[in-house]
């Protein structure tokens, strides 16, 4: 840990970091899926998909920036290599051979379905923490994060 005149006691910043680093895994790990459905998805809707999938994306990226500024504003290091997530991201694997808008759209909406239950269930622990601050902070995300998933799964809703 950094120092830091943060006055919240250090073993909870230390616990938040750690949260935070977790969180910031799932972020890096989902901003990859939905640049590689951006990529490659194709179908008659392509153009509308590709831009959600670019948008989503962008969201994404932003989540992880939050994260780790908090992470660093606590006193701690950010952990948001590519290969730091590899190793810590609690996500499912995005399917590396699917063809059709249909099952690009369901494999984007399960990762992002896993992310927001982890940042569900950081609001928890940082409340638990009486970290209100990045119980907020995941609690805001967790609107949005709701919001994403609903444009991504209204593309395969009758």
């Known amino acids: 840990m950094n120092p830091t005149r943060n006055d919240m006691p250090a073993k909870v910043r230390k616990q938040m970091v750690e949260l935070c680093n977790v969180r910031l895994a799932d972020a890096v790990d989902l901003w990859s899926q939905c640049k590689q459905a951006h990529w490659n998805v194709k179908g008659p809707a392509f153009i509308a998909v590709h831009e959600l999938f670019d948008k989503v994306s962008h969201e994404v990226d932003e989540f992880a920036d939050t994260i780790a500024e908090r992470a660093v504003a606590l006193g701690g290091t950010a952990h948001g290599t590519i290969r730091m997530a590899a190793k810590t991201s609690s996500l499912g694997e995005f399917p590396g051979k699917i ?3 249909e099952k690009f759209v369901d494999a984007l ?12 269930a950081a609001i928890d622990v940082a409340e638990a923490a009486r970290d209100k601050g990045t119980a907020d902070l995941f609690t805001g995300m967790s609107r949005e994060v709701d919001k994403l998933l609903w444009f991504v799964e209204a593309h395969n809703q009758d």
């Open 109 to 120: 909406a399960d990762a992002i379905a896993g992310f927001g239950k982890g940042i569900r």
């Open 99 to 101: 063809r059709g808008e």
